[in-house]
């Protein structure tokens, strides 16, 4: 049974630092395409970063210079490091393995008070 589940979320305050986990199971880590999105309130769901299978990152515009999105195959863990985050990084976030079907996990959340 696939699984991922993301942690790390919490409230901190703007300029400051978060990082985000997913753990994920019940699927070969290293072969997926690792995602982030996120889903602020009031907000449709919105790409935030991805990582290939190859080590390959690309981000969204609003996160770029400021998110790092790393992966850990041995620990079948994504990271998200989050740096000088502003109030309009606050969403739930969730991450995805895509490999053909796509999988998501249950969202941590992220607010970032100004």
């Known amino acids: 049974q696939v699984q991922l589940v993301e942690s790390g979320g919490g409230l901190v305050q703007a300029g400051e630092s978060l990082r985000l986990f997913c753990t994920g199971s019940g699927f070969t880590f290293r072969g997926y395409v690792m995602s982030w999105y996120r889903q602020g309130p009031r907000k449709e769901r919105e790409w935030v970063a991805t990582i290939t299978s190859g080590d390959v990152t690309t981000y969204s515009d609003s996160v770029k210079g400021r998110f790092t999105l790393s992966r850990d195959n041995a620990k079948n863990t994504l990271y998200l490091h989050m740096n000088s985050l502003k109030p309009e990084d606050t969403a739930v976030y969730f991450c995805?393995?895509?490999?053909?079907?796509?999988?998501w996990g249950q969202g941590t959340q992220v607010i970032v008070s100004s």
């Open positions: 995805s393995a895509l490999r053909g079907s796509e999988y």
